[in-house]
């Protein structure tokens, strides 16, 4: 199991070196000059072409490159154009709202997507199976921007229950207050992320609820259920010890996917309720042209993405058997 984790943190290096290359290029094509976004409409040519120099934009697209892995080498992502600090610094100030968004998100949809899956297979037919599905066709058709719009609205504007943008005090942090006595700032933390978390969770919960409700169904028709009940067995245990367990490998996988998604989703999400994180930095880069911004913020999300399926890949390990004997 060592030699397989060893071989897949390996594998970072090239999907790293293949993610820098496609970004690079692909920034190469956005319209617009950083230089002259910095400086203004009315800077002159001259201004412009001296600040290309001094940021090295004038230099050829293959030394640029050269230039920018032989920083990653020494861990440097670059500085960026607009906010003139360390790129590594700004994500990581950034990063952990984004985490913990995302988390939080998961958790919630795991929490929903499970519960409906599991009581829909079991009441396949009923009212029960009939809101499950209903509740997974809206959440996987309505957009995550107007679901947060709408339940901005709801919350925040009309009832005034829930805080809408912001993110308080971080739940990280809240937490360690907590220990010491003080509650009100994991209190308010969790109102600051009730509302993003809500609405980026919905498509997550709506997919894992459809998934788990299909491999349900299929293994609870399988032969050793059969036996589990024929032997007395309760149907709670049967359903939770049994046929839970061996529908889990398929949604384990969306599971892993749905976090990945819901990193990207941040963008759109964290835009909307001003949220602290990389995804409101990633629309802030962008429309700054700040490439080095941009570029270290895309890495992170691979690098990101590639270790939570490496997480997902031992998950399954620990979930079937037969993989761990493979």
Request: charged share 15%; with cysteine; proline share 5%.
């Amino acid at each position: 199991m060592l030699a397989y984790i060893v071989r897949r943190i390996l594998l970072l290096i090239p999907m790293a070196i293949g993610t820098v290359i496609v970004t690079f290029c692909l920034l190469l094509l956005i319209p617009g000059d950083p230089a002259a976004v910095l400086l203004g409409q009315e800077a002159s040519p001259e201004a412009i072409a001296s600040l290309r120099s001094a940021l090295g934009l004038d230099l050829p697209w293959y030394q640029r490159l050269l230039g920018y892995f032989g920083d990653l080498l020494h861990g440097n992502m670059g500085m960026s154009i607009f906010q003139n600090e360390p790129v590594a610094k700004i994500i990581a100030d950034r990063l952990p709202a984004t985490l913990e968004l995302a988390f939080i998100s998961l958790v919630i949809a795991v929490a929903i997507g499970m519960t409906l899956g599991v009581l829909a297979a079991m009441r396949q037919g009923s009212w029960i199976d009939t809101f499950a599905m209903l509740f997974a066709q809206l959440g996987v058709s309505m957009p995550v921007y107007w679901l947060g719009l709408l339940l901005m609205l709801a919350f925040a504007v009309q009832l005034g229950w829930l805080p809408a943008v912001g993110r308080g005090e971080g739940i990280v942090p809240a937490l360690g207050d907590a220990f010491t006595g003080n509650l009100t700032p994991l209190t308010d933390s969790l109102k600051h992320i009730a509302l993003p978390a809500l609405a980026l969770a919905a498509n997550s919960a709506a997919v894992i609820s459809r998934l788990v409700r299909a491999s349900m169904l299929e293994v609870m028709r399988e032969d050793f259920v059969r036996t589990a009940y024929a032997k007395g067995l309760r149907r709670p245990r049967v359903v939770i010890r049994h046929a839970l367990r061996n529908a889990l490998l398929p949604v384990l996988s969306i599971i892993g996917l749905r976090f990945g998604a819901l990193l990207g989703g941040a963008v759109l999400t964290e835009s909307i309720f001003a949220w602290p994180g990389l995804g409101q930095l990633t629309i802030t880069a962008i429309s700054q042209r700040d490439l080095p911004l941009i570029q270290g913020i895309v890495l992170t999300f691979a690098i990101l993405f590639a270790l939570i399926n490496l997480i997902v890949d031992l998950l399954y390990a620990a979930v079937d058997p037969r993989i761990r004997l493979g």
